[in-house]
């Protein structure tokens, strides 16, 4: 079963950095687009940027421009570097595929931005 593991999460003042790691037991980076989801508190998930194998990116409306997902196959990683936090970033973040999320999602990674 393939297990993903979030980390790299934190607390930081509005204009900060944060740069989160999700490793993948297995061999699904090299097939599947992979995403950066978050929940805050009392909202449902949403996707906040994906990325194929052939690194080709997407990002929401909301962090474009400011956010930066990038993936290491030989690793079975990928990355979302965030920058220029705003409080409205707070979440709960979990990497996933893409369009269709596997059942088993990782313990995510918590990023607080205060103003």
């Known amino acids: 079963q393939v297990q993903l593991v979030e980390s790299g999460g934190g607390s930081v003042q509005a204009g900060g950095s944060l740069r989160l790691s999700c490793a993948a037991s297995g061999s699904i980076f090299r097939i599947y687009v992979m995403g950066w989801y978050r929940q805050a508190p009392g909202k449902q998930r949403e996707l906040v940027a994906r990325i194929t194998p052939g690194d080709t990116s997407n990002y929401a409306d909301s962090v474009r421009g400011r956010f930066s997902i990038s993936r290491d196959n030989a690793k079975n990683t990928v990355y979302l570097q965030m920058d220029s936090l705003k409080p409205e970033d707070t979440a709960v973040y979990y990497c996933?595929?893409?369009?269709?999320?596997?059942?088993?999602w990782g313990q995510g990674t918590q990023v607080t931005v205060s103003s």
């Open positions: 996933n595929t893409y369009p269709n999320p596997r059942d088993s």
